[in-house]
């Protein structure tokens, strides 16, 4: 098989395993996934902890700026 023919292959493989699941996905099956998703999505984002972070990214470069 020659390297063309290979890469054609591979491509029209690709795309039927895209297709399908792109058929799978959107019916009943993805208005399932997503009701689920958005009951077990309901995560509290820590708001110190994101001010935090850019502070304590800023202290450590500034010990390695003293040690280098």
């Known amino acids: 098989m020659?390297?063309?023919k290979a890469w054609t292959l591979f491509g029209i493989v690709s795309?039927?395993?895209y297709f399908k699941n792109w058929l799978q996905?959107?019916?009943k099956k993805r208005i399932m996934?997503?009701?689920k998703m958005?009951?077990?999505n309901k995560s509290q984002t820590n708001v110190w902890l994101l001010w935090l972070?850019?502070?304590a990214t800023l202290f450590l470069a500034y010990i390695?700026?003293?040690a280098v």
Request: glycine share 10%; proline share 5%.
């Open 33 to 35: 996934i997503n009701s």
């Open 25 to 27: 996905y959107t019916g």
């Open 38 to 40: 958005v009951k077990k």
């Open 53 to 55: 972070l850019p502070v």
């Open 64 to 66: 390695l700026f003293q």
């Open 15 to 17: 795309l039927g395993v």
């Open 2 to 4: 020659s390297s063309t």
